[in-house]
């Protein structure tokens, strides 16, 4: 897992630097290069970062382009999840029983998104309250990030070696072409 959040991190990094040069070479107004942005860079603040570089309406076409992403997981993950084959027909009557029991495989985070989501539609916070929620979100996410940097071994990682990294950096390029191919193709 440390090595899928690594190049996560490394290519959506590349990405934030390199994004910002392209939108005048492949004829992206400002609308089309943060939905590029958006649908095929890997973290929000990623996102954020190399979109609003290219102006306020790219930045926010960005933004809303990969919390659409992420809102996707939650349906995303429940399908996969009831497509799996522990869901599937067959086998002894106690193990589809067992099946039939377990709690669907959704990660917590997602849930908590969707419900931060509904919560923040639904009742107007405080600015202040707003302001001082970003500080704590910053500090769980910096607190969880060092927890996976001091659990990382890179004896483990460099054991792994280099054509994870070559699969990773391969689907990034794969995401942003075809993303871009779909902008292109349906402006």
Known sequence: MTYAVACVTIFGTIAMF?????????HLNAGQFGLWTGSSVHEIAQVVAASFQHGQVAGEMGTIAKLSRVMM????????????????????????????????????????????TCIN?????PVGLKSNLMWLTIFLLTVALAAMGMHTDL????RRGFRP????AL?????????????????
């Open 171 to 187: 689907a990034s390029l794969f995401i942003g072409i075809f993303s871009l191919a779909c902008i292109k193709l349906l402006d």
């Open 73 to 116: 997981l939650a349906p995303l993950v429940l399908a996969m999840d009831l497509l799996s084959p522990r869901h599937a027909r067959g086998g002894t009557g106690q193990e589809a029983a067992e099946a039939s029991r377990r709690a669907p495989a959704v990660p917590w985070f997602v849930l908590g998104f969707i419900a931060a």
């Open 121 to 125: 539609s639904i009742v107007t916070i």
């Open 18 to 26: 390199l994004f910002p040069f392209l939108p005048g070479l492949l």
């Open 155 to 158: 004896t483990k990682l460099r």
């Open 165 to 168: 990294a070559l699969l990773a």
